[in-house]
């Protein structure tokens, strides 16, 4: 039975909660696959389960829905041994955890810290890209403190222009909007290189110059990066079961 079959908006901290515990196991974490990926001109990833939110439009929905039916518990030497292979192999030097929310609480944050440290101890010259909700890190400062890595590079997913389209797209609550400009904030504040990416194709120009304006709202002056729909059929689906248009067809 699928536990996250529930009404949406839904409280994102009380699902981030309860996917943690189904996703952690001790140090151990949920994963179903290792891969070089072309992304940021090549990368060495590691595809996990489980997500606070339940975007319309992500590629791994039905895996961050129902997690525990897929992947194997792998430890923190584990993954970076998995990536630093792929990294070796490809001549790669950047490393990343995708397909979830590597942050969800204090035990996938501690298992993700162990991760970063072992391969860039192995491999010093790399860099490793965090790709976040900013739910957590905007709940709480002190996990931004605990990231000042130095070659360290966090990507907050900003999944709205405002309250009402973020609802939609994440399925969290309206009052979850804030989280992931605070967590830029709370970044920057520490130290730690960040900056903000939006889904390119369902916003229009005019509509995207309100998440500017927010982003001045919060002194957050990083380069909004632009993120590419993957546009496959149940994705397209999702979207149109939550009402959610592309802009060309606005």
């Known amino acids: 039975m699928n536990m996250f079959a529930l009404n949406i908006p839904f409280d994102a901290i009380q699902r981030s909660e309860?996917?943690?515990?189904l996703v952690m196991r001790g140090e151990k974490r949920l994963y179903y696959k290792f891969r070089a990926a072309p992304y940021y001109g090549g990368i060495a990833t590691a595809d996990a389960v489980g997500c606070s939110f339940l975007c319309a439009y992500c590629w791994n929905y039905g895996r961050n829905e129902d997690p525990v039916r897929f992947g194997r518990f792998f430890s923190p030497e584990n993954v970076a041994d998995n990536l630093l292979e792929i990294a070796r192999r490809r001549s790669f030097n950047l490393f990343r955890v995708t397909g979830s929310e590597p942050i969800l609480g204090e035990a996938s944050f501690k298992h993700l810290i162990k991760v970063i440290e072992i391969i860039l101890n192995a491999q010093p010259q790399s860099n490793f890209i965090l790709e976040t909700n900013g739910l957590m890190l905007g709940c709480k400062e002190e996990l931004a403190q605990r990231l000042r890595f130095t070659r360290l590079l966090v990507r907050v997913a900003i999944?709205?222009?405002?309250?009402?389209?973020?609802?939609?797209?994440?399925?969290?609550?309206k009052e979850f909007f804030r989280y992931p400009f605070l967590a830029l904030v709370n970044l920057e504040r520490n130290g730690v290189r960040a900056w903000p990416a939006l889904m390119e194709e369902l916003f229009t120009e005019s509509v995207m110059n309100e998440l500017k304006q927010t982003l001045r709202e919060y002194n957050i002056h990083s380069d909004l990066e632009l993120e590419s729909l993957e546009g496959y059929s149940f994705v397209l689906e999702n979207m149109k079961r939550r009402g959610i248009c592309l802009k060309k067809d606005h």
């Open 159 to 173: 999944k709205g222009v405002n309250e009402a389209s973020f609802e939609k797209i994440s399925g969290a609550g």
């Open 18 to 21: 309860e996917t943690e515990r």
